[in-house]
C-alpha cells in the first residue's frame, strides 16, 4: 500500500514537469507575422468614382439652302476636316440660272463696245494709257541720266555744260509725263456719260445677280465648320431639306473632357485645381493626369444602382493630354487628389487598427509585440498617415489579427507592403 503511493507521487511529480516543459516551449516559441518598417514619403488622399467621357467643343452643321438632298458623303463616326463636304442639296436649277446670268453679262460688255461713241472713247483711253505709259519709260531714263551725269561732274569728269543739257531733259520728260497725265483726265472727264451711266448700271445689276446665284448654290452643300468627328447625322438622302434645319453634331476630337457625379459629402473636399488621375476602365488600365476645371454650383439628386436615392456633385475634369482609346460616352475612373502631403510618416492601412474607439498599431520591440495608439492623418487606397505615436525607422505588423495580443514574440516574415 505504501508503495502504492509513493508510485502515484512521482507519477503526479512527472505530469507536472511535463506540463512546465509544454508550458515553457510554447511560451518561448514565436509567431510568424508580416512586420513593416515605418516610412517617410509621400501620400495623397483621393475621392474615388466614374466619370464619363464627353467631346468639350460641338458645332453644329445647318441647312441653308433648300431642295431635296442628292447625295451625304458623310457618316456618323467619320473623321472630317474643315471644309470637307457633308451634304449636297439639288443644284441643276440654280446651276442653270447662273449659266444665263453669265450670258447677260457678256451680252451687256458686248453691247457697250458696238456703241460707236462709246467704242471711240474706250480707244482714246487706251491711247491715252499707253502714251502715259511710254512717257514714264523716258522720264526714268532721263532721271538716270541725269543723276549719273551729276556724280561724273561732282567727280570732275563732265563739264557744267553737258549737265545742264541733262537736266533740261529730264524736265522735258517730266513735262510730257505730266501732259500725258492730263490728256488722259480730260478724257475721262468728258465720258459720253449717258452710255457710260448705262453701261454701268447694267453690268453692276447683273454682277450682282451672279453673285446672288453663286452664294445661293454654295448653301446648297454644307461643310464641315472644324476638324473633327461626325457624332450625329439628323437628315437622309432624298428628303427635303430646310433652312435652319441641323443636319450634323461635328465634335473637336481634340478637345475632351470628363464628367463625374460625386457624392456631396465627399466632393465638399474638391476644389477648382486638383490633381486627378483618369484610367481607363479595361485590363490595360491606361492612365492619365488631369485637373478639376469646372464645380457644379448645386446638387442633382440621382439614384444609385441599389435603388438609393443620392445627392451628387457634377466635377468636370480637363485630362492634360489625349485619352487613349477613350470617346464620347465611354466610363473611366477617376480619383481626384484632395490632399498630398510629400513627407508624411506612414505605415500600411492594414496595420492601424480599432482598439476601444481609438486608433492602434503593434510596434515590435526587442522581438515582442508593444500596442501604442496613434493619431492618424490622411489615408490613400493601402498606406495611412501616422501624425502621432510613430517615428520613421520602427517596425509594425502589417496586418494584424485578432490572435495577437500585446508582449508576443514575434518572427517577421517578408511583408507584402515591403
Same mark, same amino acid.
Given at each position: 500500500?505504501?508503495?502504492?503511493?509513493?508510485?502515484?507521487?512521482?507519477?503526479?511529480?512527472?505530469?507536472?514537469?511535463?506540463?512546465?516543459?509544454?508550458?515553457?516551449?510554447?511560451? &518561448?516559441?514565436?509567431?510568424?507575422?508580416?512586420?513593416?518598417?515605418?516610412?517617410?514619403?509621400?501620400?495623397?488622399?483621393?475621392?474615388?468614382?466614374?466619370?464619363?467621357?464627353?467631346?468639350?467643343?460641338?458645332?453644329?452643321?445647318?441647312?441653308?439652302?433648300?431642295?431635296?438632298?442628292?447625295?451625304?458623303?458623310?457618316?456618323?463616326?467619320?473623321?472630317?476636316?474643315?471644309?470637307?463636304?457633308?451634304?449636297?442639296?439639288?443644284?441643276?436649277?440654280?446651276?442653270?440660272?447662273?449659266?444665263?446670268?453669265?450670258?447677260?453679262?457678256?451680252?451687256?460688255?458686248?453691247?457697250?463696245?458696238?456703241?460707236?461713241?462709246?467704242?471711240?472713247?474706250?480707244?482714246?483711253?487706251?491711247?491715252?494709257?499707253?502714251?502715259?505709259?511710254?512717257?514714264?519709260?523716258?522720264?526714268?531714263?532721263?532721271?538716270?541720266?541725269?543723276?549719273?551725269?551729276?556724280?561724273?561732274?561732282?567727280?570732275?569728269?563732265?563739264?557744267?555744260?553737258?549737265?545742264?543739257?541733262?537736266?533740261?531733259?529730264?524736265?522735258?520728260? @517730266?513735262?510730257?509725263?505730266?501732259?500725258?497725265?492730263?490728256?488722259?483726265?480730260?478724257?475721262?472727264?468728258?465720258? =459720253?456719260?449717258?452710255?457710260?451711266?448705262?453701261?454701268?448700271? @447694267?453690268?453692276?445689276?447683273?454682277?450682282?445677280?451672279?453673285? &446672288?446665284?453663286?452664294?445661293?448654290?454654295?448653301? @446648297?452643300?454644307?461643310?464641315?465648320?472644324?476638324?473633327?468627328?461626325?457624332?450625329?447625322?439628323?437628315?437622309?438622302?432624298?428628303?427635303?431639306?430646310?433652312?435652319?434645319?441641323?443636319?450634323?453634331?461635328?465634335?473637336?476630337?481634340?478637345?475632351?473632357?470628363?464628367?463625374?457625379?460625386?457624392?456631396?459629402?465627399?466632393?465638399?473636399?474638391?476644389?477648382?485645381? &486638383?490633381?486627378?488621375?483618369?484610367?481607363?476602365?479595361?485590363?490595360?488600365?491606361?492612365?492619365?493626369?488631369?485637373?478639376?476645371?469646372?464645380?457644379?454650383?448645386?446638387?442633382?439628386?440621382?439614384?444609385?444602382?441599389?435603388?438609393?436615392?443620392?445627392?451628387?456633385?457634377?466635377?468636370?475634369?480637363?485630362?492634360?493630354?489625349?485619352? =487613349?482609346?477613350?470617346? @464620347?460616352?465611354?466610363?473611366?475612373?477617376?480619383?481626384?487628389?484632395?490632399?498630398?502631403?510629400?513627407?508624411?510618416?506612414?505605415?500600411?492601412?492594414?496595420?492601424?487598427?480599432? &482598439?476601444?474607439?481609438?486608433?492602434?498599431?503593434?510596434?515590435?520591440?526587442?522581438?515582442?509585440?508593444?500596442?501604442?495608439?496613434?493619431?492618424?492623418?490622411?489615408?490613400?487606397?493601402?498606406?495611412?498617415?501616422?501624425?502621432?505615436?510613430?517615428?520613421?525607422?520602427?517596425?509594425?505588423?502589417?496586418?494584424?489579427?485578432?490572435?495577437?495580443?500585446?508582449?508576443?514574440?514575434?518572427?517577421?516574415?517578408?511583408?507584402?507592403?515591403?
Amino acid at each position: 500500500m505504501k508503495k502504492k503511493k509513493i508510485k502515484i507521487w512521482i507519477l503526479g511529480i512527472g505530469i507536472v514537469c511535463a506540463a512546465s516543459l509544454l508550458f515553457w516551449y510554447f511560451s &518561448n516559441q514565436a509567431t510568424e507575422a508580416d512586420v513593416q518598417t515605418v516610412q517617410e514619403g509621400e501620400i495623397k488622399k483621393y475621392v474615388e468614382d466614374i466619370g464619363t467621357v464627353r467631346y468639350k467643343e460641338f458645332r453644329n452643321a445647318s441647312i441653308e439652302g433648300s431642295g431635296l438632298i442628292q447625295s451625304i458623303p458623310a457618316s456618323v463616326g467619320k473623321q472630317v476636316k474643315k471644309g470637307d463636304l457633308l451634304l449636297s442639296l439639288e443644284k441643276t436649277d440654280l446651276e442653270m440660272q447662273l449659266k444665263t446670268q453669265d450670258a447677260k453679262i457678256k451680252e451687256i460688255e458686248a453691247s457697250f463696245q458696238g456703241d460707236s461713241a462709246v467704242k471711240n472713247y474706250a480707244t482714246s483711253v487706251e491711247k491715252a494709257k499707253i502714251v502715259i505709259g511710254a512717257a514714264e519709260d523716258a522720264y526714268t531714263l532721263a532721271l538716270d541720266d541725269f543723276n549719273y551725269a551729276k556724280l561724273l561732274s561732282e567727280q570732275g569728269n563732265l563739264s557744267t555744260k553737258d549737265l545742264k543739257a541733262k537736266e533740261i531733259a529730264l524736265k522735258s520728260a @517730266q513735262s510730257k509725263l505730266d501732259s500725258a497725265k492730263i490728256d488722259l483726265q480730260q478724257l475721262e472727264t468728258n465720258t =459720253p456719260a449717258s452710255a457710260k451711266a448705262v453701261y454701268n448700271a @447694267q453690268l453692276s445689276q447683273a454682277v450682282l445677280g451672279r453673285e &446672288n446665284l453663286s452664294n445661293s448654290l454654295k448653301k @446648297q452643300e454644307i461643310r464641315s465648320p472644324i476638324d473633327g468627328v461626325v457624332l450625329e447625322k439628323k437628315v437622309d438622302v432624298n428628303t427635303v431639306g430646310a433652312p435652319g434645319t441641323i443636319a450634323f453634331v461635328i465634335a473637336d476630337v481634340g478637345k475632351m473632357e470628363v464628367e463625374a457625379y460625386i457624392l456631396a459629402d465627399d466632393a465638399i473636399e474638391i476644389k477648382p485645381g &486638383n490633381d486627378v488621375e483618369i484610367a481607363e476602365r479595361s485590363e490595360k488600365k491606361q492612365t492619365v493626369a488631369g485637373k478639376v476645371t469646372e464645380i457644379a454650383p448645386s446638387a442633382v439628386e440621382m439614384t444609385s444602382s441599389l435603388g438609393v436615392n443620392q445627392k451628387r456633385i457634377k466635377i468636370t475634369i480637363e485630362p492634360l493630354k489625349p485619352l =487613349p482609346q477613350m470617346k @464620347q460616352g465611354y466610363e473611366v475612373d477617376v480619383r481626384i487628389v484632395t490632399e498630398k502631403k510629400s513627407k508624411a510618416v506612414k505605415v500600411p492601412l492594414s496595420a492601424v487598427f480599432d &482598439n476601444g474607439g481609438k486608433s492602434c498599431v503593434f510596434v515590435v520591440s526587442d522581438g515582442k509585440t508593444v500596442l501604442r495608439t496613434v493619431k492618424k492623418g490622411i489615408e490613400d487606397h493601402d498606406s495611412a498617415e501616422i501624425l502621432d505615436g510613430l517615428k520613421k525607422g520602427e517596425t509594425v505588423l502589417s496586418e494584424p489579427d485578432v490572435s495577437i495580443k500585446e508582449g508576443m514574440k514575434i518572427k517577421p516574415k517578408k511583408s507584402v507592403h515591403s
